[in-house]
């Protein structure tokens, strides 16, 4: 069924893309009668085409390459990227937007590496704060080139400062560890509990999904970051196994779910403001300690470098190490229990 006229096209594109539909609307007619166009943007389904054109008409947005400034590719990616998912923005990005309060108003077009630069030089934070305003420009440029506003992500080259030694995490003390086990009824002392006996990120665990949880085999796969992190086996030892298991339910597509609502937690944020800081037994610490607290602890043990490196996701500097070194998921098993 064809569309009303002005309504919008959906294209399929050839070659091998990745996205080949493109949405494109007209803005307008030449002199001689001819349509200008201009694309929305670029989707990998055909439904996907569909569902932006009807959103575009239901919430029309102005995208011209002389109108949008800074803020409002930010507000549209917010709504693609979360809002549209029933997701919550993520805090450090919020954040990151609101220090670069100077580009808020500028034309995007118009932005160059020398304005984001001089944002992040005046800002008085540190290395981490830098990296998240340089990372959330790179994504707004992705969007920007995607619906053509501009063909030349000029965020690539922002500069940050050098990367300072991190002080703000310490493992857990032995005192402070059997203080937990007291407490392990408590949904944030599980928390603390499952990432000081794992060594995950914070984030690797919320996004660990149920069918990647082998219980009966001891461990799951998961990890993020690097290449040595991603899809690795996390062995589950067995003084967490009770945890894991009381999570666990088949039902759930993630194996961390907010009990307050059922959804799943995915966003760490949410994690720490609504389990971890409400856990008095866990004020001097962040759940990332945890992730120190195991490498400690399989330190203390005595564990094999290349074990510990796998465990933890880390890649070795040893080439011997690295290719021709092979653990099995019973010795990760055998090594994460010794601690």
Known sequence: MRNPNSYGQIIKLG????????????????????????YLGYYEKRTDAIAALVDYHQNPYDFGASKATFQDVYEKWCKLTYEDNNLDVPKSYAAAFKRLAGLHHMVF??????????????????YSTKKNMKTLCNKLYKL???????????ATNIELPPKEESTIHHPFTPKELRTLWKHQDELGVQYALVYCYTGLRPTELLKITTDNVHLDEHYMMGGMKTAAGKNRVIPIADKIMPIITSWYNPDEEYLCIDPRDGRPFLNYDRLREHVWKRCELLAQHLPHDGRHTCATLLDNAEINLKVIQLILGHRSADITHRVYTHKTIKQLITAINKI
């Open 144 to 154: 920007a080139i995607d619906c053509e506003l501009v063909t030349t992500n000029f």
């Open 15 to 38: 070659g091998q893309r990745r996205r080949p539909f493109a949405v494109r609307i007209t803005t307008g007619w030449t002199d001689d009668g001819k349509q200008i166009q201009k």
């Open 109 to 126: 077009a118009d932005i160059r590496k020398r304005h984001m630069q001089g944002e992040l030089d005046h800002c008085k934070l540190g």
